[in-house]
């Protein structure tokens, strides 16, 4: 049974950087078959993608956070990672990681569903 | 970027109740459309994936519908535990619907 488990502080001053790694066990993140993902929640609201990490390392974004984003992977740790830097108040959220199933129709990788969630972790910005 | 709007924001029923909430996409994005459930304190679960497919384990009373920019989510007959707040999600571009909270 794939299990992902969030880990990382649980408070960060502003302008300072937030990092999260994601332990994914029971299958491995070295596969061309999913995506791997974080996603937040600030306190009483709604989902949002932050960015996705693909097989061979290729990254994409929400673009209004690009340039504050980095997510990256140790696959000899079988985790990936969520850099978010120059952090504010409005950063304040619980954060998932997740993996996404894919389908690839001729040349393109389409992401169908995410069928994987971490249990999440609050990430509190504050000085 | 593709937007999502879901309607309603919140939704009183009835345990029996049959419940359709809507997403909508401000473009087309064919069948690329995911639905989660989510209780408080708890990550999302996944409902139906490709508007109309129901995830493994998922109660039958679920359903989806829909293809292009319009779609739907219904509960046949409203269960206790379906008290939560649903997201419709596009898939293939990650974005999610601000959610639909199912409330008695």
């Known amino acids: 049974q794939l299990q992902l488990q969030e880990s990382g502080p649980g408070r960060v001053k502003p302008s300072e950087t937030l990092s999260l790694t994601c332990s994914v066990s029971?299958?491995?993140?070295?596969?061309?078959?999913?995506?791997w993902g974080w996603i937040r929640q600030p306190p009483g609201e709604g989902l949002e993608w932050i960015g996705s990490?693909?097989?061979?390392?290729?990254?994409y974004y929400k673009s209004s956070l690009k340039g504050r984003v980095t997510i990256s992977e140790d696959t000899s740790k079988n985790q990936f990672s969520l850099n978010l830097s120059s952090v504010s108040a409005a950063d304040t959220a619980v954060y998932y990681c997740?993996?996404?199933?894919?389908?690839?129709?001729?040349?393109?990788?389409?992401?169908?569903?995410?069928?994987?969630w971490g249990q999440g972790i609050l990430v509190t910005v504050s000085s | 970027d593709i937007q999502m709007t879901q309607s309603p924001f919140t939704l009183s029923a009835s345990i029996g109740d049959r419940v359709t909430i809507t997403c909508r996409a401000s473009q087309s994005i064919s069948s690329w459309l995911a639905w989660y459930q989510q209780k408080p304190g708890k990550a999302p679960k996944l409902l139906i994936y490709k508007a109309s497919n129901l995830e493994y384990g998922v109660p039958s009373r679920f359903s989806g519908s829909g293809s292009g920019t319009d779609f739907t989510l219904t509960i046949s007959r409203l269960q206790s535990d379906d008290f939560a707040t649903y997201y419709c999600?596009?898939?293939?571009?990650?974005?999610f619907g601000q959610g639909t909270k199912v409330e008695i």
């Open positions: 029971g299958g491995s993140i070295s596969t061309s078959s999913y995506y």
């Open positions: 990490i693909y097989y061979g390392g290729n990254t």
């Open positions: 997740a993996r996404a199933s894919i389908t690839i129709i001729g040349v393109d990788v389409n992401v169908v569903a995410i069928d994987y």
């Open positions: 999600q596009h898939s293939n571009g990650w974005t």
